[in-house]
C-alpha cells in the first residue's frame, strides 16, 4: 500500500498536482513513519517543485536528513536530497559539499545526473524539477502511463446485483506495467486496422462495435508495426485493470463512494445522452487514467469465471466454465453499479455492440 501511494504521489508531482501529490505521501507516513523513501522524495519536492508556495528548504532538509538517518548504508540518492534542500535554503556550499558525495557514490547510469547537478550548484543555481510523470507516447500517437507494482484487494466487499465480484481476495502484481492512459480511439483503430466499426463516429471517440477478437487483432498488429519495434501490445488482465482503476483506493469508486460525482470522471446514462464521447473530456483516476468508470465497456485478456479465495499473485483467467471474455468499466447505457471499480460482467468474445471498446497495455520485449 506504501508503495501505491507513493508511486501515485509522483504521478500528481508530475502534473503538478502538489496537494494530492502531498496529501499521498503523507498517507505513506502515516502507514510508516520511517520509510526513507516517502522522506527523500518529500525533500525532493519542498526543494525542487514548480510551485513557489509549496517549496520550503527546511522542510526539505529535515526530510532529506531523516531519509539518510533511516537508510543503514548512505545512498546517493540522499545525499542528492540534501544538496537540493541546501540549495534552497540558498546555503550553496553545503550544497555542493553534498552534492560532491552522491557524484562519488552514484552508479555510472546517474553519474552524468550528479555532475550536472553539481555543476549547477556552483552556479548557485537551486535545483528544479520538471515532474517524474512517467507518461510516454507511441508512433500512432498513443499516450501510456506506468502503472507501479503493488498489492490490492480485488472484489466488492459489499453487496452486488450478481455478486460476481465476491469473494474479495489479496492480488500481489509483482511488476510494473504500461496502461493505456484513454481507451483505444477511432483513429487508431483506423490507422492499425484500416477500417472503422464504430456507430458514433468521431475520431477521439473510443471505438467501439468490436470483440475481443478484433481487440486482440488490434494488439497483434500494432505489435508488428515496423515503428513499434521492441514493444507488444496486449488487453489487460482483469486483475490489471481493476488495480490500475483502484489506482490506490479501497472505495466503490476510484474517487470515493458517492455515486452523485461519477458525472465528473464517466460518461454513463445520466450524462452520456446515450453515445459515446471523446476520449479523455472527464477527470482521471489518480494514476491519470481516464474513462475507467463509463464510456465503453473494455475488454480484458482473463476467460470469465469465479473468483477463488486466498491470495494471488499476477493472476490470469486462461480457461472459463462459461466460455466468456471479461468486460469492465461500464459505458454509456448503464447505471452507476455497472462503473463501480469491482464491478465485472462477461460477453462471448465473438460478439460486439456500440457500448463495446478497449484499452491496451504496452510491454518492453
Same mark, same amino acid.
Given at each position: @500500500?506504501?508503495?501505491?501511494?507513493?508511486?501515485?504521489? =509522483?504521478?500528481?508531482?508530475?502534473?503538478?498536482?502538489?496537494? =494530492?501529490?502531498?496529501?499521498?505521501?503523507? !498517507?505513506?507516513?502515516?502507514?510508516?513513519?520511517?520509510?526513507?523513501? &516517502?522522506?527523500?522524495?518529500?525533500? $525532493? /519536492?519542498?526543494?525542487?517543485? /514548480?510551485?513557489?508556495?509549496?517549496?520550503?528548504? %527546511?522542510?526539505?532538509? !529535515?526530510?532529506?536528513?531523516?531519509? /539518510?538517518? /533511516?537508510? *543503514?548504508?548512505?545512498?546517493?540518492?540522499?545525499? %542528492?536530497? @540534501?544538496?537540493?534542500?541546501? =540549495?534552497? #535554503?540558498?546555503?550553496?556550499?553545503?550544497?555542493?559539499?553534498?552534492?560532491?558525495? =552522491?557524484?562519488?557514490?552514484?552508479?555510472?547510469?546517474? #553519474?552524468?545526473?550528479? +555532475?550536472?547537478?553539481? #555543476? @549547477?550548484?556552483?552556479?548557485? !543555481?537551486?535545483?528544479?524539477?520538471?515532474?517524474?510523470?512517467?507518461? %510516454?507516447?507511441?508512433?500512432?500517437? @498513443?499516450? $501510456?502511463?506506468? +502503472?507501479?507494482?503493488? #498489492?490490492f484487494q480485488m472484489g466488492a466487499s459489499f453487496q452486488t446485483k450478481k455478486n460476481n465480484e465476491k469473494p474479495v481476495h489479496q492480488v500481489i502484481l509483482t511488476k510494473p506495467f504500461e496502461m493505456g492512459i484513454y481507451e483505444v480511439t477511432q483513429q487508431q483503430y483506423e490507422k492499425v486496422i484500416g &477500417?472503422? *466499426? %464504430?456507430?458514433?463516429?468521431?475520431? !477521439?471517440?473510443?471505438?467501439?462495435s468490436v470483440s475481443w477478437n478484433d481487440a486482440v487483432e488490434f494488439c497483434l498488429k500494432l505489435s508488428e508495426m515496423p515503428d513499434e519495434k521492441g514493444f507488444s501490445y496486449r488487453l489487460p488482465t482483469e486483475a490489471e485493470w481493476e488495480y490500475a482503476c483502484r489506482a490506490g483506493t479501497t472505495t466503490k469508486f476510484s474517487f470515493g463512494d458517492d455515486d452523485s460525482q461519477l458525472g465528473d470522471y464517466g460518461w454513463y446514462f445520466k450524462n452520456s445522452h446515450s453515445r459515446t464521447h471523446p476520449a479523455g473530456e472527464k477527470k482521471p483516476n489518480s494514476f491519470g487514467l481516464y474513462d475507467m468508470h463509463g464510456n465503453v465497456f473494455e475488454w480484458c485478456q482473463d476467460w470469465f469465471d469465479v473468483y477463488q479465495s486466498g491470495e494471488i499473485t499476477n493472476p490470469i483467467q486462461t480457461q472459463g466454465r462459461m466460455k466468456y471474455r471479461v468486460i469492465r468499466g461500464g459505458g454509456i447505457t448503464n447505471i452507476a453499479s455497472y462503473c463501480f471499480s469491482s464491478a465485472r460482467h462477461n460477453l462471448a468474445p465473438d460478439l460486439s455492440n456500440s457500448r463495446l471498446g478497449f484499452r491496451v497495455v504496452r510491454s518492453s520485449n
Amino acid at each position: @500500500m506504501i508503495d501505491v501511494l507513493i508511486n501515485r504521489a =509522483a504521478v500528481h508531482e508530475g502534473m503538478h498536482n502538489y496537494p =494530492a501529490a502531498l496529501a499521498d505521501y503523507n !498517507k505513506a507516513l502515516e502507514i510508516e513513519p520511517n520509510y526513507w523513501l &516517502t522522506h527523500n522524495n518529500l525533500a $525532493f /519536492l519542498y526543494a525542487g517543485c /514548480l510551485g513557489d508556495e509549496f517549496r520550503n528548504g %527546511s522542510l526539505a532538509l !529535515k526530510h532529506a536528513q531523516k531519509a /539518510l538517518d /533511516l537508510l *543503514p548504508t548512505k545512498y546517493w540518492i540522499n545525499y %542528492s536530497a @540534501m544538496a537540493a534542500a541546501y =540549495a534552497e #535554503k540558498g546555503e550553496f556550499d553545503k550544497a555542493i559539499e553534498m552534492q560532491k558525495k =552522491a557524484r562519488d557514490d552514484a552508479p555510472s547510469s546517474h #553519474k552524468l545526473k550528479t +555532475i550536472y547537478r553539481l #555543476k @549547477m550548484y556552483r552556479d548557485e !543555481k537551486p535545483y528544479r524539477r520538471d515532474g517524474v510523470k512517467k507518461e %510516454s507516447v507511441n508512433s500512432i500517437g @498513443m499516450k $501510456f502511463q506506468r +502503472i507501479p507494482e503493488g #498489492k490490492f484487494q480485488m472484489g466488492a466487499s459489499f453487496q452486488t446485483k450478481k455478486n460476481n465480484e465476491k469473494p474479495v481476495h489479496q492480488v500481489i502484481l509483482t511488476k510494473p506495467f504500461e496502461m493505456g492512459i484513454y481507451e483505444v480511439t477511432q483513429q487508431q483503430y483506423e490507422k492499425v486496422i484500416g &477500417t472503422n *466499426p %464504430s456507430e458514433f463516429k468521431g475520431p !477521439k471517440n473510443p471505438v467501439e462495435s468490436v470483440s475481443w477478437n478484433d481487440a486482440v487483432e488490434f494488439c497483434l498488429k500494432l505489435s508488428e508495426m515496423p515503428d513499434e519495434k521492441g514493444f507488444s501490445y496486449r488487453l489487460p488482465t482483469e486483475a490489471e485493470w481493476e488495480y490500475a482503476c483502484r489506482a490506490g483506493t479501497t472505495t466503490k469508486f476510484s474517487f470515493g463512494d458517492d455515486d452523485s460525482q461519477l458525472g465528473d470522471y464517466g460518461w454513463y446514462f445520466k450524462n452520456s445522452h446515450s453515445r459515446t464521447h471523446p476520449a479523455g473530456e472527464k477527470k482521471p483516476n489518480s494514476f491519470g487514467l481516464y474513462d475507467m468508470h463509463g464510456n465503453v465497456f473494455e475488454w480484458c485478456q482473463d476467460w470469465f469465471d469465479v473468483y477463488q479465495s486466498g491470495e494471488i499473485t499476477n493472476p490470469i483467467q486462461t480457461q472459463g466454465r462459461m466460455k466468456y471474455r471479461v468486460i469492465r468499466g461500464g459505458g454509456i447505457t448503464n447505471i452507476a453499479s455497472y462503473c463501480f471499480s469491482s464491478a465485472r460482467h462477461n460477453l462471448a468474445p465473438d460478439l460486439s455492440n456500440s457500448r463495446l471498446g478497449f484499452r491496451v497495455v504496452r510491454s518492453s520485449n
